[in-house]
T-cell receptor, first 114, second 115 residues
Framework: AQTVTQSQPEMSVQEAETVTLSCTYDTSESDYYLFWYKQPPSRQMILVIR??????QNATENRFSVNFQKAAKSFSLKISDSQLGDAAMYFCAYRSGGYQKVTFGTGTKLQVIP | EAQVTQNPRYLITVTGKKLTVTCSQNMNHEYMSWYRQDPGLGLRQIYY???????DKGDVPEGYKVSRKEKRNFPLILESPSPNQTSLYFC??????????????FGQGTRLTVV
């Protein structure tokens, strides 16, 4: 079974600075997808960024980018120019290419300090 | 607007009183699933459905039932709720097609408290 590990329960960053959230996963598959979801206090789950395992290029969405290291099974999220609205719980998630089940990490709570 | 709708958003109930949390999506998605979110445990899958009349257990199915009689609806049923089922519940849907980078769309969550 696939597992997803987020080793940082909480992180903090100064407004306008950069922060990196860590995620590692364990799988024997070669075809899979990785996601970062943001959960603000409203509890809504919002997709931040996604990465296909077969793509070597790291995904980027505005201030959000990932560092995907397939051999190391690492999928970290970098948030640049942090804003107060980035404060939330962030979940790393894994989905098999041949199956729709999504496995989530335990989450990292990000605090943004003004 | 594409969305997944859960009801109710908040529910307080007593032990043993049957309840149903509804979930409906308007995106014609085949795949639907239920998760529960607990502090320090992330989201864990309860049940999922690949299509109408096709359901299967996730990682934590004990104490829950589901049905999929229509493509758009996937209700979660707690026949005899217990306090350990106090949690935040999410319904999610996605396209079934594999090999595609399809994301899951989530409902807004249901905060359930069983006393």
């Amino acid at each position: 079974a696939q597992t997803v590990t987020q080793s940082q329960p909480e992180m903090s960053v100064q407004e306008a600075e950069t922060v990196t959230l860590s995620c590692t996963y364990d799988t024997s598959e070669s075809d899979y997808y990785l996601f970062w979801y943001k959960q603000p206090p409203s509890r809504q789950m919002i997709l931040v960024i996604r990465q296909e395992a077969y793509k070597q290029q790291n995904a980027t969405e505005n201030r959000f980018s990932v560092n995907f290291q397939k051999a190391a099974k690492s999928f970290s999220l970098k948030i640049s120019d942090s804003q107060l609205g980035d404060a939330a719980m962030y979940f790393c998630a894994y989905r098999s290419g041949g199956y729709q089940k999504v496995t989530f990490g335990t989450g990292t709570k990000l605090q943004v300090i003004p | 607007e594409a969305q997944v709708t859960q009801n109710p958003r908040y529910l307080i109930t007593v032990t043993g009183k049957k309840l149903t949390v509804t979930c409906s999506q308007n995106m014609n998605h085949e795949y639907m699933s239920w998760y529960r979110q607990d502090p320090g445990l992330g989201l864990r899958q309860i049940y999922y459905s690949m299509n109408v009349e096709v359901t299967d257990k996730g990682d934590v199915p004990e104490g829950y039932k589901v049905s999929r009689k229509e493509k758009r609806n996937f209700p979660l049923i707690l026949e005899s709720p217990s306090p350990n089922q106090t949690s935040l519940y999410f319904c999610a849907s996605s396209l079934r097609k594999t090999g595609m980078n399809t994301e899951a769309f989530f409902g807004q969550g249901t905060r359930l408290t069983v006393v």
